[in-house]
C-alpha cells in the first residue's frame, strides 16, 4: 500500500479506471495540457492522448451535455468541472436530462460529474460552494461526498462503473492536507453505504465531507470529560444509509448533525426527517444541527472561521447532548 | 455551396413516392391527433407541423443506417421517416400503457437506441440537445464509428444558451452535426425580429466556424439536397452545418392557440406554398405519378386508421408501475409512513 | 369584495402594483401581445405598453440577469417564466448573483421571479415541477407558495414590494379551480408568516400551495371519526414561520408534513429538523412526511394520481397519528 | 467602421498625460500587489493584467459621468479609470475589514451604485455580467436616462451561454451596451483555436446584428478611439457594438501559473508590442512628453505607496460581522444549537 494523498487517490482511481476501460473518458476545462486547475489530471493528456483528455471551451451546460450524450452512446464520461460551483451553469442539464432520462425513455446516463467543492480555503462565495442541497431532491441523481483517501478511490471506481448520473464532490480542503495508505489494486467503496468512523455509545454524529475529521477530533477532545462518541460518515447522501443512520441513533439516543452547507435547506434536514420518523421511540435528545450561519461562504479568513463548523462547536455541541 | 448534381437527382422513382407517402402520412396523422384533441382523448397539449412537414422528412431522409437524430416538438415526421410508428405516437399522445415511455412522458418525448439508427428523446428545454448530440457523435468517433447526428432548434429555441455552448462546442470539435434552423416565424406569439436583431439565422454559421446553408423549408427536395450534402460533409469529418430553412407555421403554437397575433397576409401567402401541395406538383409535372395519388392516400389513410385502433385499444398504465426505473433495476421507495403501513395492516387494511 | 380565481387575483395584484408604481415592469416570454402562456399578464400590453411589458427571447438566463440589472438601478422588476421547470435554465443566475449580491457588495436585487408550478394537470416530468427544494439551502432568496386567491394577492403586492429577491411559485392547478372573495384594495400578506388555515387539537398538518386544500380535505374526512385536525398553510418557505410551526406542534404534540414536492430531500426534511430540535419535548409520536415517491412527475393521469399525495392517504396519515 | 477624426486627437495634452499615468498606476498597483503576493499577504490568487492594461485604460476612459461598468479579474485598470482607489483594491486583496466588501469578495468583486457613474459588482461566473448590464441600461432607459455600459469578455467568456442570451437580448433590445472581447489567446491553458472554430470574434457582431469593430488591444488610443465611437452610438440609440480587442496574456492565468503551455515566440513576439511602452514612444515622438515621464512614474509610485501603507494598516474583520445583511436590514441567525445555549449558559460560559 503506497500513501497517497486525497487527491492523489482520485487520481489513481481515475488512471486506473481509464487504463482498464477504454470507455471511461474525462472532458473539461483546462484538463489536458494543465492536468486540470488541481492538477487532479496531470499527466493524463499525455498517456490518455487528446481523444480521451479533452478540454473543452468555458461550456458548463456544453460538457455536461455532452459527457451525457456519450454516455448513451455506450461511453463512461467523467465531466470535470474546474470549481463544482460552477455546476450551476449546468445545472439545466444535470436535474432535466441526466436525471430523469432512464425514467423517462429507458436510456440510461452512467457519467460522473466532479469538481472541487467546499470552503476552508479562502476561495470566496464562488470558490467555496458545498452544493449538495441543489441536488438533493433529484431523483435519478446519486451525490458522493468521500472524506478519506480510501473511500476517495473506491468511491471515484465506484462511480465511474456506476449505471446511473453520479455527482463526485471532492473536498478541496483536503485534497493535499489529508494523506492515508491506499490499495494499490482495485476496489470499490459501494455507493450508498456510510461507515463507521469511529464507535461509541454516548452521541452519534452524522456528518460527511470535511467535517468528519472535525467531528472525529471533537470526539477526541470530549473522550476525556467521559463521553463516548460515535461518527457516522455518510459517504453518499443520495441514496443515503437509512439503516446505518437509525442503527447509530438507536445505540446512542442522541443525534446531532454536522454539514459545511449552511443550515437551514441543508442535508440535514432530511436526516433528522428519517430519524424523527423512524427512530422516535429512540431518542433521549433533541435532534442537533451544527452548521453554518445562512449566508453566503464570505472570503476573509476570520469570517470564514466563524462561518465554518470546527472542533469546538461540535465538542460544544456533544457536551450539550450528553448532559441533556 | 452545394454543388454539382443536386442528390435528389438521384432518387429513384419509389423514394420519390416514398416521400410522398410520408408527407401525407405525417399530415394525416396529425389530423387524427387533432380529431382525438377535440374528443378529448389526447392528454396535454397538441403540437401540430401544418405547413412544415417537409422541414422534417426532407431532411430525415437524409440520415443513413446508424445515424442519430433527436426530433423537437414539429418534427413528427422524422419520427415516421426514422420507422417510429404512428401506434406509437398516438399512445404517447394518449398517454397510453403502450406508448413508449409507458406513459411516463408525452407527445415526442421518447427514444430508442439502435445499430439501426437511435433517436435521441427529446426534453422541454430548447437547446439542450444540442450539445447531448455532439458528445452521441464523440462517442461513436471515439469508436471508429462515422454516425451523423440531426437535429432541428426554432427561431427561438437558437436564443438559448444551451444553442450557443452546444454549435460552439461541435464546432470547434468538428462533430459530424448537422442542425437545422427551423425558421418558421414564431416563436408562440414572439416574431422572429423580437428573438433577435439579425433574423438571417444563417449567418450564425460564419461566427461559430462550420458551414451554412438557407433553404426552402416548404420544399421537400431542396430540403433533402443540403441535408444531404451536410451529413455526406459530417461524415467525411469536415464538421457541422447549421442549415436555415423557412418556412411558416400554419397552425397555432399549440391546439389550444387560435395565433390572432399572425398576421393574416402572411398565411396567407405560405397557404399558397404549402409543401405538399408543391410536392404533389412536382411529381404531376415531372411524370413521376400520375392519378395514381389516391391510392397512395390511401394507403396512409389505412396504416394510420390500423395504427390508431390499436392505439386506442391500449390500455392506460397502472399506478404502481410508475416507481420503477428512476435508478437501474430499482423500485422507488412506497412514501407511505411506515406507522401508517403498521396501522393498516394493525387493523387488516390494505 | 370580488370573487377572483387564484390567477385574477395574481393578475390584479401586479395590475395594480403596476399601476400604483412606475419601477414595476414585466418580462418574459410571451407576456405580450399573448398575455403570458396562462394569460395572467392579458390586457396588460394595452394597459402598460410595450416598456413595461416586455416580451424577451427565449433565455431565461438573459431574462432573469436583465431583470437583476434593472433592480440594481432602482426598477422592480418581475420576471415571468413560462413553467417554472425553466427556472433550471436561469438558476446560475439567481443562486449566484441575485442571492448574494446584497451580502457581498451591497447591491440590493428587489425582483421577483415567477411562474406556473406544480402538477395534476398532466403536464409530464417538464411541466409540472415543484422547484422549490432547489433554492432552500439559498440564503439570500425568499420562495412564497400562495395556496388561496387572498393570499396570492397579499403576496404578490408583498414580493413586488420586498427589497430582496423573491421566487414565488404559482401552483397552476388551482389558477382556475379556485375562487373567493378578494378584498379589491390594497393589502399584503407578510412574506415569512404562516396562516392556521383550520384549527383543531389532536393532528397538526403543516403544508403549503395546492396541499392545503388536500390537507383540509382530509381534516374534513377525519373529523367525524373524532380527529380534530390542524392545518397550518405556510406560505412562505424561505423565511419560514418558525414559530407558528412550533406553536401548533406544541398544542397537538402530533406532526404530518405535506409537500408536492418529492419525499426525499424535500421542504419537509427542514420542517421536521425544526421540531425535532425545537419541540423535540412536546411530540407524542413520530413526525410524519406524506409526499410523492422519488421520481420525476409523471404524465399519464392514472401515473399522476399515484405520484400525487391527495385527501385519503393524507387523512391515513391522520389516522395513524392519531392513534399513535 | 469608425469614420472621419478618430476621438483621440480631441484629447488634450493633460488627458494623453493623464493615460499615461493611469497606464504606470495600473501596471505599478498590480507589481505591489505580486510583491504582496510572494510576501503571503495576498489572500488567495492574484490575477494579472500585465500587458493587457491598454484595453481597460484606454475603453474605460472612454466613459462619461453616469455611465456603468463591469470589470472582469483583468479590468483593474477600469477601476481606477473610474474613480476606485488602490487602497480599495489592495485591501480586497488582503482580505481586509476595510475592503469595500468588507473581506467577504476578493479581488476585484466588488462595486458601487451612483448618479456619478457605478460599477457593478462581477460575479467569477463568466458570461454573467452581460445579461445583467443589459437590464441595467434597459433600466436607465425606462427613466430616460441615455446611460451606457461597459462592459469586457475574455475569449474563453464567449463560450458561455450568458454570453449568448445576454448579447442577443442586448441587440434585440438596441440596449446601449458596449461589449469587448479581449482576446488575449488563452484561457486558462486553452489557446483560442480549441475555445472556438472561429477564433475571429468580431465576426460574432453580425449573427448578432449588432456592431463590430476589431482594434489592437495594445494601443490605448486605438482603444479609445473605437470605444468612444461604439459609446456614442449606444447613447445615440443605435444599439450595442462588440469590439474585439486583440491583445495578449504576459502572465500566466494566474500568480501561481507559469504558464509553460504557451509558446517562447507568442511572448518574446508580444513583449515587443508591450502597451505602456507603444504610448511612451508616442507621447515622446510627438512631443506631449519630454523628460518628464520619471516625474509622472514618481507620481504614480507616491500615490500607491501611500494607498498600500493605509490598506496595511487595515484591520481584519471580526467573525461575527459575517452574519449581517444577507437580506435587507437583518442579521443571520446564530446557528449555534438553541441547547448549547442553554447548556452554556447553565454553567455561566459563553
Ligand atoms: C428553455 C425553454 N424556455 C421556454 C420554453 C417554453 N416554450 C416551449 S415552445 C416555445 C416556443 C418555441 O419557439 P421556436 O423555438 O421558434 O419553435 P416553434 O414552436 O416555432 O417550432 C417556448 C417559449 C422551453 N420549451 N424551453
Ligand atoms: C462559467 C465559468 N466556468 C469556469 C470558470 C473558471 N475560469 C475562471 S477564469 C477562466 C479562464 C477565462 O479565460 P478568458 O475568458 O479568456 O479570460 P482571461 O483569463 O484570458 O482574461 C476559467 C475557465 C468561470 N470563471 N466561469
Ligand atoms: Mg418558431
Ligand atoms: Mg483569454
Same mark, same amino acid.
Given at each position: 500500500?503506497?500513501?497517497?494523498?486525497?487527491?492523489?487517490?482520485?487520481?489513481?482511481?481515475?488512471?486506473?479506471?481509464?487504463?482498464r476501460?477504454?470507455?471511461v473518458?474525462i472532458?473539461g476545462?483546462?484538463?489536458?495540457?494543465?492536468?486540470?486547475?488541481?492538477?487532479?489530471t496531470?499527466?493524463?493528456?499525455?498517456?490518455?492522448?487528446?481523444?480521451?483528455?479533452?478540454?473543452?471551451?468555458?461550456?458548463?451546460?456544453?460538457?455536461?451535455?455532452a459527457?451525457?450524450?456519450?454516455?448513451?452512446?455506450?461511453?463512461?464520461?467523467?465531466?470535470?468541472?474546474?470549481?463544482?460551483?460552477f455546476?450551476a451553469?449546468?445545472?439545466?442539464q444535470?436535474v432535466?436530462?441526466?436525471?430523469?432520462?432512464?425514467?423517462?425513455?429507458?436510456?440510461?446516463?452512467?457519467i460522473?460529474?466532479?469538481?472541487p467543492?467546499?470552503?476552508?480555503?479562502?476561495?470566496?462565495?464562488?470558490?467555496s460552494?458545498?452544493?449538495?442541497?441543489y441536488?438533493?431532491?433529484?431523483?435519478?441523481?446519486?451525490?458522493?461526498?468521500?472524506?478519506?483517501?480510501v473511500?476517495?478511490?473506491?468511491?471515484?471506481?465506484a462511480a465511474?462503473?456506476?449505471?446511473?448520473?453520479?455527482?463526485?464532490?471532492?473536498?478541496?480542503?483536503?485534497?493535499?492536507?489529508?494523506?492515508?495508505?491506499v490499495?494499490?489494486g482495485?476496489?470499490?467503496?459501494?455507493?450508498?453505504?456510510?461507515r463507521?468512523?469511529?464507535?461509541?455509545?454516548?452521541?452519534?454524529?452524522?456528518?460527511?465531507?470535511?467535517m468528519?475529521h472535525?467531528?472525529?477530533?471533537?470526539?477526541?477532545?470530549?473522550?476525556?470529560?467521559?463521553v463516548?462518541?460515535?461518527v457516522?460518515?455518510?459517504?453518499?447522501?443520495?441514496?443515503?444509509?437509512?439503516?446505518?443512520?437509525?442503527?447509530?441513533?438507536?445505540?446512542?439516543?442522541?443525534?446531532?448533525?454536522?454539514?459545511?452547507?449552511t443550515k437551514?435547506?441543508?442535508?440535514?434536514?432530511?436526516?433528522?426527517?428519517?430519524?424523527?420518523?423512524?427512530?422516535?421511540?429512540?431518542?433521549?435528545?433533541?435532534?442537533?444541527?451544527?452548521?453554518?450561519?445562512?449566508?453566503?461562504?464570505?472570503?476573509?479568513?476570520?469570517?470564514e472561521?466563524?462561518?465554518?463548523p470546527?472542533?469546538?462547536?461540535?465538542?460544544?455541541?456533544v457536551?450539550?447532548?450528553?448532559?441533556? | 455551396?452545394?454543388?454539382?448534381?443536386?442528390?435528389?437527382d438521384?432518387?429513384?422513382?419509389?423514394?420519390?413516392?416514398?416521400?410522398?407517402?410520408?408527407?401525407?402520412l405525417?399530415r394525416?396523422?396529425e389530423?387524427?391527433?387533432?380529431?382525438?384533441?377535440r374528443?378529448?382523448?389526447?392528454?396535454?397539449?397538441?403540437?401540430?407541423?401544418l405547413?412544415?412537414?417537409?422541414?422534417?422528412?426532407?431532411s430525415?431522409y437524409?440520415?443513413?443506417?446508424g445515424?442519430?437524430?433527436?426530433?423537437l416538438?414539429?418534427?413528427?415526421?422524422?419520427?415516421?421517416v426514422?420507422?417510429?410508428?404512428?401506434?406509437?405516437?398516438?399512445?404517447?399522445?394518449?398517454?397510453?400503457?403502450?406508448?413508449?415511455?409507458?406513459g411516463?412522458?408525452?407527445?415526442?418525448h421518447?427514444?430508442?437506441?439502435?445499430?439501426?439508427g437511435?433517436?435521441?428523446?427529446?426534453i422541454?428545454?430548447?437547446?439542450?440537445?444540442?450539445?447531448?448530440?455532439?458528445?452521441?457523435?464523440?462517442?461513436?468517433r471515439?469508436?471508429?464509428?462515422?454516425?451523423?447526428?440531426?437535429?432541428?432548434?426554432?427561431?427561438?429555441?437558437?436564443?438559448?444558451?444551451?444553442?450557443?455552448?452546444? $454549435?460552439?462546442? &461541435?464546432?470547434?470539435?468538428?462533430a /459530424? !452535426?448537422?442542425?437545422?434552423?427551423?425558421?418558421?416565424?414564431?416563436a408562440? #406569439? *414572439?416574431?422572429?425580429?423580437?428573438?433577435?436583431?439579425?433574423?438571417?439565422?444563417?449567418?450564425?454559421?460564419?461566427?461559430y466556424?462550420?458551414?451554412?446553408e438557407?433553404?426552402?423549408?416548404?420544399?421537400?427536395?431542396?430540403?433533402?439536397?443540403?441535408?444531404?450534402t451536410?451529413i455526406?460533409?459530417?461524415?467525411?469529418?469536415?464538421?457541422?452545418?447549421?442549415?436555415?430553412?423557412?418556412?411558416m407555421?400554419?397552425?397555432?403554437?399549440?391546439?389550444?392557440?387560435?395565433?390572432?397575433?399572425?398576421?393574416?397576409?402572411?398565411?396567407?401567402?405560405?397557404?399558397?406554398?404549402?409543401?405538399?401541395?408543391l410536392?404533389e406538383?412536382?411529381?404531376?409535372?415531372?411524370?413521376?405519378?400520375?392519378?395514381?395519388?389516391?391510392?397512395?392516400?390511401?394507403?396512409?389513410?389505412?396504416?394510420?386508421?390500423?395504427? $390508431?385502433?390499436? &392505439?386506442?385499444?391500449?390500455?392506460m /398504465? !397502472?399506478?404502481?408501475?410508475?416507481?420503477?426505473?428512476?435508478?437501474?433495476? #430499482? *423500485?422507488?421507495d412506497?412514501?407511505?409512513?411506515?406507522?401508517?403501513?403498521?396501522?393498516?395492516?394493525a387493523?387488516?387494511?390494505?
Amino acid at each position: 500500500m503506497a500513501i497517497l494523498t486525497y487527491l492523489e487517490a482520485i487520481r489513481e482511481a481515475m488512471d486506473q479506471e481509464m487504463s482498464r476501460d477504454p470507455r471511461v473518458f474525462i472532458l473539461g476545462e483546462d484538463v489536458g495540457a494543465y492536468g486540470g486547475a488541481f492538477r487532479v489530471t496531470q499527466g493524463f493528456l499525455d498517456k490518455f492522448g487528446p481523444d480521451r483528455i479533452i478540454d473543452t471551451p468555458i461550456s458548463e451546460t456544453g460538457l455536461i451535455g455532452a459527457a451525457i450524450g456519450a454516455s448513451l452512446f455506450g461511453m463512461r464520461p467523467i465531466a470535470e468541472l474546474q470549481f463544482i460551483d460552477f455546476i450551476a451553469c449546468g445545472f439545466n442539464q444535470i436535474v432535466n436530462y441526466a436525471a430523469k432520462s432512464r425514467y423517462r425513455w429507458g436510456g440510461g446516463v452512467p457519467i460522473v460529474i466532479r469538481g472541487p467543492a467546499g470552503a476552508g480555503v479562502h476561495g470566496g462565495p464562488f470558490h467555496s460552494q458545498s452544493p449538495e442541497s441543489y441536488f438533493m431532491n433529484v431523483p435519478g441523481l446519486k451525490i458522493v461526498v468521500p472524506a478519506t483517501p480510501v473511500d476517495a478511490k473506491g468511491l471515484m471506481l465506484a462511480a465511474i462503473r456506476d449505471p446511473d448520473p453520479v455527482i463526485f464532490l471532492e473536498h478541496k480542503f483536503l485534497y493535499r492536507r489529508l494523506k492515508e495508505e491506499v490499495p494499490e489494486g482495485d476496489y470499490t467503496t459501494p455507493i450508498g453505504e456510510a461507515r463507521i468512523a469511529r464507535a461509541g455509545d454516548d452521541v452519534s454524529i452524522i456528518t460527511y465531507g470535511a467535517m468528519v475529521h472535525a467531528s472525529l477530533e471533537a470526539a477526541t477532545i470530549v473522550a476525556p470529560e467521559g463521553v463516548s462518541v460515535e461518527v457516522l460518515d455518510l459517504r453518499t447522501l443520495l441514496p443515503m444509509d437509512r439503516d446505518r443512520i437509525l442503527q447509530t441513533v438507536r445505540k446512542t439516543g442522541r443525534a446531532l448533525i454536522v454539514h459545511e452547507a449552511t443550515k437551514t435547506g441543508g442535508p440535514g434536514g432530511e436526516i433528522a426527517a428519517l430519524i424523527a420518523e423512524h427512530a422516535f421511540s429512540d431518542l433521549d435528545a433533541p435532534i442537533v444541527r451544527v452548521a453554518p450561519p445562512d449566508t453566503p461562504v464570505p472570503y476573509s479568513p476570520p469570517l470564514e472561521e466563524f462561518f465554518l463548523p470546527n472542533p469546538s462547536k461540535i465538542a460544544d455541541a456533544v457536551r450539550a447532548l450528553a448532559a441533556y | 455551396m452545394t454543388s454539382g448534381k443536386p442528390p435528389a437527382d438521384r432518387l429513384t422513382r419509389d423514394q420519390l413516392i416514398e416521400l410522398y407517402y410520408l408527407l401525407k402520412l405525417n399530415r394525416g396523422l396529425e389530423e387524427k391527433l387533432s380529431n382525438l384533441y377535440r374528443q378529448g382523448k389526447v392528454v396535454g397539449g397538441l403540437y401540430r407541423s401544418l405547413g412544415q412537414e417537409a422541414c422534417s422528412i426532407g431532411s430525415a431522409y437524409a440520415l443513413e443506417r446508424g445515424d442519430i437524430f433527436t426530433p423537437l416538438i414539429r418534427n413528427l415526421g422524422a419520427v415516421l421517416v426514422r420507422g417510429g410508428s404512428p401506434h406509437d405516437i398516438f399512445c404517447q399522445y394518449m398517454a397510453k400503457a403502450d406508448s413508449p415511455t409507458r406513459g411516463r412522458d408525452l407527445n415526442l418525448h421518447f427514444g430508442w437506441l439502435s445499430p439501426e439508427g437511435s433517436m435521441l428523446s427529446v426534453i422541454s428545454m430548447l437547446g439542450d440537445m444540442i450539445p447531448i448530440l455532439t458528445g452521441a457523435v464523440m462517442a461513436e468517433r471515439m469508436n471508429g464509428r462515422r454516425t451523423v447526428a440531426l437535429t432541428w432548434i426554432g427561431d427561438g429555441g437558437t436564443s438559448t444558451g444551451a444553442f450557443h455552448e452546444g $454549435l460552439n462546442l &461541435a464546432c470547434v470539435q468538428k462533430a /459530424p !452535426l448537422v442542425l437545422i434552423v427551423e425558421n418558421n416565424g414564431w416563436a408562440y #406569439s *414572439t416574431p422572429t425580429a423580437r428573438q433577435t436583431a439579425n433574423t438571417r439565422f444563417v449567418d450564425r454559421a460564419k461566427a461559430y466556424g462550420c458551414f451554412g446553408e438557407q433553404v426552402d423549408g416548404n420544399d421537400v427536395l431542396a430540403v433533402y439536397d443540403v441535408t444531404r450534402t451536410a451529413i455526406q460533409r459530417a461524415r467525411q469529418g469536415l464538421g457541422p452545418t447549421l442549415i436555415e430553412a423557412l418556412t411558416m407555421r400554419m397552425k397555432g403554437h399549440a391546439e389550444h392557440d387560435d395565433m390572432k397575433y399572425v398576421p393574416q397576409e402572411q398565411v396567407i401567402m405560405w397557404a399558397r406554398r404549402d409543401p405538399i401541395a408543391l410536392f404533389e406538383k412536382f411529381l404531376l409535372d415531372n411524370g413521376v405519378l400520375a392519378g395514381d395519388l389516391e391510392a397512395i392516400d390511401a394507403r396512409a389513410e389505412d396504416e394510420l386508421v390500423s395504427e $390508431l385502433a390499436s &392505439a386506442e385499444a391500449s390500455p392506460m /398504465p !397502472l399506478g404502481p408501475t410508475a416507481r420503477s426505473d428512476v435508478y437501474f433495476g #430499482s *423500485t422507488a421507495d412506497d412514501p407511505t409512513p411506515k406507522i401508517v403501513q403498521e396501522f393498516k395492516s394493525a387493523r387488516g387494511l390494505s
